[in-house]
C-alpha cells in the first residue's frame, strides 16, 4: 500500500507529463493563450523546485517539443541548484533532446537563453556541443541567419573552429556579409547573389527565398514551381491547399506523410472535394496509419473508439480542428492496430472522412453504446467537457467499474488532444480512468501503455522506475 | 388568463460556463409553415460614408398551407416590405389577404413600446411628453437595460455552448435566475439566432448578478451503482439522470415563467398561427417575465421571446395596472392600493410616472405628502 505522499507525488508527475504532452502555448477552444502560459509555467516551476530529476526525465517522455525546450532552458537556467550527480544526468538528457528537437526549435531556445541572459559555462558548453555536431552548419547559418547569429555571439563560439567546409567563412557571413566580395562556400554565395539575381533566389530554402522573392517581385506562381525542388517534406504539404500544380503531391506521396499531420490536411478540404477525392484520401490515410502502427499492426485485438466531433472539436483560429485532427488520426492508427474494430463518433457520423465538428459532448450515451460491443480495449479522445448531461460519463465509467467489471477486464483509456488552463492540467474523465494528454497521433500507443499508471493507483516508487528505465532506454540510443 | 408552456419542446442537459446556465430546448420536428428570419432588413439605402446602426430585428414568415417557408428573398409572390403594404388603401383587400411577413420592433426598444400599449395609457398625455422632452432633453429612464455584451460571461458562454441537434430553443440563466428565452420553429432559425443573443438587452437585476456571482454549480449525473446489474440497466438508469433532469429544470428553475399566469393579448393572426405578447398580473408575481410569441392552433409555442423585467419594471407595471384597472381615476386607484392620493402621486412621482398627470394636480398632491 502506497502512502498518501507517494500517491500525491505520483499524480504530480503525472499531472505535469500530461499537460507537457498536450500544452502548446496556443489558445484552445475555451481558453486563450494568456491563462495557459500562466498555468504550464506555474507547472514548470512546481516540477522544477520538487521533483527536479523527474522534471528532467520527462524530457524522454515523449512530451511536446516547446515543453521540451522549456524544460532545457529552465535546468540550464538553475544548473547552481543542482547537485553534480543530477547534472551529469541532465546533461545527457539535454545533449539527447536537443538532437531530437527540430533545428528551428533549438534556435528559438537559443535566442531564449540569450533574452533571459542565461550564459553560465555549461549552457555555453551545450550550445557549442549541439552546433559542432550539426551535418551542415553552412545550411543552417543562411537558413536560421539571425537566430545563429545570436547563438553564436551568446556562446562566445569560435566560428574558425568548427567543423565542416563553410567553417572559415562563417564569421565573414554571419558579420560583414557585405565587405568580403565572393564567397567560396556555395551556399553563401548563391544568398548573396539572390540580393541581385532572380535566377540564385531558386537555390535558397524555401523560407529564405521567400523573403527574397517578395524583394524581387516574383509573381507567387512562378515562386512555387522554381522553389518547388527546394520544398521540405512539411513545407509541401503545408502549400497543398494554396500551393496549386506546382507543389501536388500524388496519392502515394501523401501516404508517405506523417499521420496527423495529414489528417490535418484532409479535414482543411472541403466536404465536397473529400467526397471526390475519398478514395485517394482514404488510402493515404491508411497507407499512413499502417505505416505507424508498424509491425504492432493488428495485434490489439478487439477495439473500441469513442471519437469526439462536437463543437468544440474546432479548436481556435491558431489551432484549428485540432481535437478533431487527432481524433480522426487516432481512428485510422487504431484501425490499423486493432484486430477488429469499432469506431464511434459522438454525432453518429458513420463517414470518418467526412467528420466535422458539430452538436453537443454527449460522452454518457456513446460510451455505454461502445462497452455493449464487448471491446478488451475502449479508447476514448475527447476534450473532456461532457455536458449532454455533465459528468454521466463519469457516472456510466464508474459503476461500469464498480459493479459490472470489477476485473477490469475492459482497459479504459482517455486520450485527451486539449489543455485545460483553468483546471491546470488535462480534463478528466473520471477518477479511476487514466487520462492522458496527446500531441500527435503517431504516440497513441506508448500513450496506451503509459497511462497504466494513471489509475489513481500507483505509486511514486513504481511510476519512478519506470521512468528510469526509460530514460536508461532512451539515452542508451544515443550511444549507438 | 392561462399560462406558458413549453410543449412540443424537450428540455436538454444545460451547459454551464462561469455564472451563466444555456438550458438548450430541443423539437422532434420543425414547426411547418413558419420561419424566423433575423435582421431580414432590405436595403435602405443608406449612405455609404458613415457608420449606421441597424438594430437587429426579426421578421417572422408564413405560408398559411402548412408548406415550407422559401429562404429569406428569394420568393416572388412575397411582398417585399409588409410596411409598404400596410400604407396601400385598405380599399384593395386582396393584398392584405396575401400578406405573409411581418417584423418585429428590435428587441431594444420593444419593451419601452410594449408595457403602456398593454394599459392604455392616456394618449392625451403624448403632447405633454412631447414638449417636456423637447424642453428637457429626453427624460431620463428610470432604469436602463444592459446589452448582452455587458454582461459578463454570456459573450464566452454563448461562444462555447454546444447546440444540439434539432435545437430550437435556449433558456438564459445568469446565476440561476432566468433572464430570458428564445424559442424558434425551426433549428436553422436558431442557428442564426444564437449568437445575437449577446445584442440583446437584459434588465438590471441580471447584469448585477453577472458581476456578483462567478460560478453556478453544474448539475452532477448521479447513478445509484447498487440498482445496476448489466449495460441494459445502466443504459435505463442513465435515461432516467436526463429525465429528471428535464423534471427538475421545468418544475424548479423555469418556475418563474411557467407557474404564473400571463394576460395574453393577441396582435396579428398569420394563418392558423396567431401572435401575441404576454404580462403577468404584475400584483402577484414575484418574477416578471413578459415578452411576444406566436402560438399555433393548440397553443404551442412556434416562436417565444421573453424578457425578465427588473424590479423597478415591475413596481411601475403595478401602478400602471392599478391606474389602467382604476380607468386612469386617482382616488380610486389609490383607495384599491389602499393608499391616500398624495402618496400615490408620489409613488408616481417616484416612479418617474408623474409627467402623466397635470402640472397642478402633482404640485398639489406632492406638497400635501411632502407636508404629512
Redesign the interface.
Known amino acids: 500500500m502506497e502512502s498518501v505522499a507517494d500517491l500525491t507525488a505520483a499524480e504530480d508527475v503525472l499531472l505535469f507529463v500530461n499537460a507537457a504532452v498536450a500544452a502548446t502555448g496556443q489558445d484552445e477552444?475555451?481558453t486563450g493563450r494568456e491563462r495557459q502560459t500562466w498555468s504550464v509555467d506555474f507547472l514548470h516551476e512546481y516540477m522544477l523546485v520538487n521533483y527536479r530529476d523527474l522534471y528532467a526525465a520527462a524530457l524522454a517522455l515523449g512530451i511536446n517539443d516547446r515543453n521540451k525546450a522549456r524544460i532545457v532552458q529552465r535546468l540550464l537556467s538553475t544548473g547552481a541548484d543542482a547537485v553534480p550527480a543530477q547534472r551529469a544526468v541532465e546533461g545527457r538528457l539535454i545533449r539527447r533532446a536537443l538532437r531530437d528537437l527540430p533545428a528551428s526549435r533549438v534556435y528559438r531556445l537559443f535566442t531564449a537563453l540569450q533574452k533571459a541572459k542565461v550564459n553560465n559555462r555549461r549552457t555555453r558548453a551545450v550550445m557549442r556541443e549541439w552546433l559542432a555536431a550539426r551535418p551542415d552548419l553552412g545550411f543552417e547559418a543562411v537558413k536560421y541567419r539571425g537566430a545563429f547569429k545570436r547563438a553564436a555571439v551568446h556562446a562566445h563560439l569560435d566560428l574558425d573552429g568548427l567543423p565542416g567546409e563553410a567553417g572559415d567563412e562563417l564569421a565573414a557571413f554571419l558579420f560583414a556579409p557585405k565587405a568580403i566580395g565572393k564567397f567560396r562556400t556555395p551556399l553563401f554565395e548563391t544568398w548573396r547573389r539572390a540580393h541581385y539575381e532572380r535566377a540564385a533566389v531558386f537555390e535558397l530554402p524555401y523560407t529564405v527565398a521567400e523573403g527574397f522573392a517578395a524583394a524581387h517581385r516574383i509573381p507567387r506562381g512562378a515562386f512555387l514551381e522554381g522553389i518547388a525542388p527546394q520544398l521540405t517534406r512539411n513545407e509541401r504539404l503545408r502549400l497543398q491547399r494554396s500551393g496549386g500544380e506546382a507543389v501536388a503531391l500524388d496519392a502515394a506521396a501523401l501516404g508517405r506523410m506523417p499521420l496527423t499531420r495529414l489528417a490535418a490536411y484532409v479535414l482543411a478540404i472541403p466536404a465536397n472535394e473529400r467526397e471526390e477525392r475519398r478514395a485517394e484520401l482514404t488510402g493515404a490515410l491508411r497507407a499512413a496509419a499502417r505505416r505507424t502502427a508498424g509491425d504492432r499492426a493488428g495485434t490489439w485485438g478487439a477495439v473500441a473508439a469513442v471519437l469526439d466531433d462536437?463543437?468544440?472539436a474546432s479548436g481556435s483560429t491558431e489551432k484549428r480542428r485540432r481535437p478533431l485532427v487527432v481524433a480522426l488520426a487516432a481512428h485510422f492508427l487504431l484501425e490499423a492496430l486493432a484486430g477488429e474494430y469499432r469506431p464511434l463518433w459522438l454525432?453518429g457520423n458513420d463517414d470518418a472522412l467526412l467528420a466535422k465538428p458539430?452538436?453537443?459532448?454527449a460522452l454518457?450515451?456513446r460510451i455505454?453504446d461502445a462497452?455493449?460491443t464487448g471491446p478488451e480495449t475502449l479508447v476514448v479522445v475527447s476534450d473532456g467537457w461532457d455536458?449532454?448531461?455533465?459528468?454521466?460519463a463519469?457516472?456510466?465509467l464508474?459503476?461500469?467499474a464498480?459493479?459490472?467489471d470489477p476485473q477490469r477486464r475492459t482497459a479504459i483509456v482517455h486520450l485527451n488532444p486539449v489543455f485545460d488552463a483553468d483546471g491546470i492540467g488535462v480534463r478528466r474523465l473520471a477518477p479511476g480512468v487514466p487520462t492522458a494528454g496527446i500531441r500527435d497521433a503517431e504516440d497513441l500507443p506508448e500513450l496506451v501503455a503509459f497511462a497504466r499508471f494513471d489509475d489513481g493507483r500507483s505509486g511514486i516508487a513504481e511510476l519512478r522506475a519506470a521512468v528510469d528505465a526509460r530514460v536508461e532506454r532512451w539515452l542508451a540510443e544515443e550511444d549507438r | 388568463m392561462s399560462r406558458l408552456t413549453f410543449a412540443g419542446l424537450e428540455t436538454?442537459?444545460?451547459?454551464?460556463w462561469g455564472q451563466v446556465r444555456l438550458v438548450p430546448l430541443v423539437r422532434e420536428a420543425p414547426v411547418e409553415g413558419l420561419r424566423m428570419h433575423p435582421g431580414g432588413l432590405e436595403d435602405l439605402g443608406l449612405p455609404a460614408d458613415g457608420c449606421w446602426y441597424t438594430p437587429h430585428g426579426l421578421t417572422a414568415e408564413w405560408t398559411g398551407d402548412g408548406s415550407g417557408v422559401p429562404e429569406f428573398g428569394t420568393a416572388m409572390r412575397m411582398a417585399a416590405s409588409t410596411v409598404r403594404g400596410s400604407r396601400r388603401p385598405k380599399a384593395k383587400p386582396r393584398f392584405g389577404d396575401r400578406r405573409t411577413r411581418v417584423r418585429f420592433v428590435p428587441r431594444r426598444g420593444a419593451l419601452e413600446t410594449y408595457l403602456p400599449l398593454a394599459f392604455r395609457a392616456p394618449v392625451v398625455a403624448w403632447p405633454e411628453w412631447s414638449s417636456r422632452a423637447f424642453r428637457h432633453s429626453l427624460l431620463p429612464l428610470p432604469d436602463r437595460t444592459y446589452s448582452g455584451a455587458l454582461v459578463d460571461g454570456l459573450a464566452d458562454a454563448l461562444r462555447?455552448f454546444?447546440?444540439?441537434?434539432g435545437q430550437c430553443g435556449v433558456l438564459v440563466y445568469v446565476a440561476d435566475a432566468l433572464s430570458g428565452v428564445l424559442v424558434t420553429p425551426h433549428p436553422d432559425d436558431y442557428r442564426r439566432l444564437h449568437p445575437t443573443l449577446v445584442e440583446d438587452s437584459y434588465g438590471e437585476l441580471i447584469w448585477r448578478y453577472s458581476m456578483l456571482y462567478d460560478a453556478v454549480p453544474?448539475?452532477?449525473?448521479?447513478?445509484d451503482?447498487?440498482r445496476?446489474?448489466?449495460?441494459a440497466d445502466?443504459?435505463a438508469?442513465?435515461r432516467a439522470?436526463?429525465r429528471e433532469?428535464a423534471a427538475f429544470h421545468d418544475g424548479a428553475l423555469a418556475a418563474g415563467l411557467l407557474d404564473p399566469e400571463y394576460h395574453f393579448t393577441e396582435t396579428c393572426a398569420m394563418a392558423e398561427f396567431r401572435l401575441v405578447r404576454y404580462r403577468p398580473t404584475f400584483a402577484s408575481v414575484r418574477e416578471a417575465h413578459v415578452g411576444e410569441a406566436i402560438m399555433d392552433a393548440q397553443g404551442r409555442p412556434a416562436f417565444l421571446q421573453s424578457f425578465r423585467l427588473s424590479e423597478t419594471h415591475v413596481r411601475r407595471a403595478r401602478l400602471l395596472e392599478a391606474l389602467s384597472v382604476n380607468e386612469w381615476r386617482l382616488e380610486a386607484t389609490a383607495e384599491a392600493l389602499g393608499l391616500s392620493t398624495p402618496a400615490l402621486v408620489a409613488l408616481l412621482h417616484n416612479s418617474d410616472l408623474d409627467w402623466m398627470l397635470r402640472r397642478d394636480v402633482a404640485d398639489r398632491n406632492l406638497a400635501r405628502h411632502r407636508g404629512q
Open positions: 477552444f475555451h462536437s463543437y468544440s454525432s458539430r452538436g453537443v459532448t454518457g450515451e455505454l462497452l455493449e455536458n449532454a448531461p455533465a459528468g454521466l463519469a457516472e456510466v464508474r459503476v461500469w464498480v459493479r459490472l | 436538454r442537459p444545460g451547459q454551464v462555447v454546444e447546440i444540439h441537434p453544474e448539475f452532477e449525473a448521479r447513478i451503482a447498487s445496476v446489474d448489466s449495460l445502466l443504459r438508469r442513465a439522470v436526463q433532469w
